[in-house]
């Protein structure tokens, strides 16, 4: 107070003034209201540079700062001592909230939502899920600072905000609602007008095309008829748009009942699980619908029944193949076709399983689905234990054919002094199975398997080249004459003799493939010498029968090349 003012009132006290009591109470007025306004500017001002700063900042971000801006609300519930009191902070979360129910409003624009239901809902759904989550952030930040303040205490004394949430939020939900209901009408948008590009196949398929083209024709009509209507979306106190939105809700419920009975003759028709499955991927966009999903339950529960009946069959097919060789195939051997023959019934039975996949999430009865999901295994598991003991068996064979194919004489003469490559027939078989354990992974080769498997490349290499030159062999005894057999007879027993030391040596042994390269090259070249020789035994006995029809006087001119070796 002014010294004027003081004097002024020592005067007034003094004389016992009648204005001295009202002079007193304005005073006092005066200090608690300089008091409170102090306590206000510099408690406020904080918060308020906060709401400025977020007011600057683009939409994106305001749901990251929501918490910023409560804690900045706490803090004045705890400092200032006039803004403690909860009819004064109730006040204030409700402009906060009304604050950012304006933000969100300017952000959407209802005109350009009522557009987007038309022209493109994808955009204007994004901006409604952003606000919602905005908005959503703004509620949980003022909960989690309720909560705070419950569990702190000041001198001994509890800071929570005893007064109702809903007296805050009330505004706020009422904008959520609304949103939300935007966002429903927004999602039905998008499924609905995929109806645009469905078209269904069989028999019926043309007429029930034409029914879901005639649902789509309608949705059209009445999402044009809403985005017509002259109001605002995006005021909650706006009560006619509810009124249409409720009218849109029945036409929608009416298209919905259209398609239910397109899809219930549509299931009626699938056969197979795979063409129930398919025609579910092709409406998914609206089998999560509720009513949809409530009336084509029983048509689910009958392609769960498809499914179960599928494995079923898978393992029947199993036990009544398993045993017969002749099954799997005859170019391959048995255990490798066997195998493959299992991986093919495993991987219809994943495709049975990723049928019932495709209805899984709309069909909620856990108990059948754990007796797929069982049925499944059981065949997984049967499948697995007959590979398993295929293996077994595979490389018990294999290792026993190998073993005694690396024991036995490269070649041998038989009855007639022909040559043969020993037990080629089973050689070929033991290499062609070698081939197939390369593309099996899961089969374990056994020592002798093992060891003819990393060289396999040479053994076969080396049995092609004994089969050539057992087969020049054998040619040439083969087409010998009895006048031609002393002549070649020395060289007949020293190549005999060289190839005595093939029918001594095994597969096993150290430098097959450069022994057999060598008496190759022999029997080669005894070949070429014997076939060289009778040919020009051919040449000679030409011209003796041509001069023979010709006569002494007409013998042709003609020169004949004849090989010395002749």
């Not at 299931?267 to 509720?290: N, T």
Request: charged share 25%; with cysteine; glycine share 4%.
């Amino acid at each position: 107070m002014s010294s004027r003012a003081q004097q002024v009132a020592s005067v007034v006290e003094r004389a016992e003034s009648v204005y001295w009591s009202t002079l007193r109470d304005i005073y006092r007025d005066v200090q608690e209201g300089l008091k409170e306004a102090e306590d206000v500017t510099l408690n406020l001002t904080p918060l308020q540079e906060k709401l400025e700063e977020v007011e600057q900042m683009e939409y994106q971000q305001l749901g990251d700062n929501m918490a910023a801006v409560m804690e900045e609300v706490r803090r004045l519930w705890i400092r200032s001592e006039f803004y403690c009191k909860p009819c004064r902070i109730v006040v204030l979360l409700q402009e906060v909230c009304n604050l950012f129910i304006q933000t969100s409003r300017k952000f959407l624009r209802g005109e350009e939502v009522m557009r987007g239901l038309v022209s493109d809902p994808d955009p204007v759904l994004d901006d409604v899920r952003l606000v919602i989550w905005t908005l959503q952030a703004l509620k949980e930040a003022y909960s989690q600072c309720r909560t705070q303040l419950e569990n702190q205490q000041q001198d001994g004394v509890a800071q929570s905000w005893d007064f109702p949430s809903h007296l805050v939020v009330f505004h706020l939900d009422a904008f959520l609602k609304r949103l939300q209901n935007i966002q429903e009408v927004l999602c039905v948008s998008l499924q609905l007008d995929q109806l645009d590009q469905t078209v269904l196949t069989g028999v019926s398929g043309r007429m029930w095309t034409d029914v879901v083209q005639g649902v789509y024709q309608d949705f059209v009509c009445h999402v044009t008829a809403l985005s017509d209507c002259n109001c605002d979306p995006v005021d909650p106190d706006d009560q006619s748009f509810e009124l249409h939105l409720d009218q849109f809700h029945v036409q929608i419920a009416d298209l919905e009942r259209r398609l239910v009975s397109v899809l219930s003759r549509a299931f009626e028709d699938c056969s197979s699980p795979s063409s129930a499955a398919k025609l579910v991927e092709m409406f998914g966009f609206v089998l999560d619908r509720p009513l949809i999903q409530d009336q084509l339950r029983p048509h689910l529960i009958r392609l769960v029944e498809m499914v179960l009946v599928e494995l079923d069959q898978t393992e029947l097919l199993f036990y009544s193949q398993r045993e017969k060789s002749a099954t799997f195939s005859k170019f391959s051997p048995t255990a490798a076709a066997g195998l493959c023959w299992t991986q093919q019934l495993r991987l219809r039975a994943e495709d049975t399983l990723s049928h019932y996949r495709t209805v899984e999430s709309l069909y909620l009865d856990s108990g059948e689905s754990q007796l797929v999901l069982q049925r499944f295994q059981q065949i997984v598991d049967l499948l697995q234990d007959f590979r398993e003991r295929v293996r077994s068996d595979w490389s018990r064979q294999l290792d026993s054919d190998c073993a005694f194919i690396l024991e036995q004489p490269l070649i041998q003469h038989d009855q007639q002094g022909m040559l043969g490559v020993t037990f080629s027939h089973k050689l070929e078989a033991a290499l062609r199975e070698l081939r197939c354990v390369s593309r099996e992974t899961d089969v374990k080769l056994r020592p002798f398997a093992a060891g003819l498997f990393t060289c396999r490349d040479d053994i076969t290499q080396t049995y092609l080249s004994l089969s050539h030159m057992v087969s020049c062999y054998n040619q040439v005894l083969r087409d010998v004459l009895q006048v031609e057999l002393p002549l070649i007879q020395d060289q007949l027993q020293d190549l005999n003799r060289t190839l005595s030391e093939l029918q001594r040596n095994t597969w096993s042994c150290e430098g097959v493939q450069h022994l057999v390269d060598q008496q190759r090259q022999r029997v080669l070249l005894f070949h070429c010498t014997v076939s060289e020789a009778r040919a020009n035994m051919d040449a000679m006995t030409h011209i003796v029968q041509v001069s023979q029809s010709l006569g002494p006087l007409q013998l042709p001119q003609e020169t004949h090349l004849i090989s010395k070796e002749g």
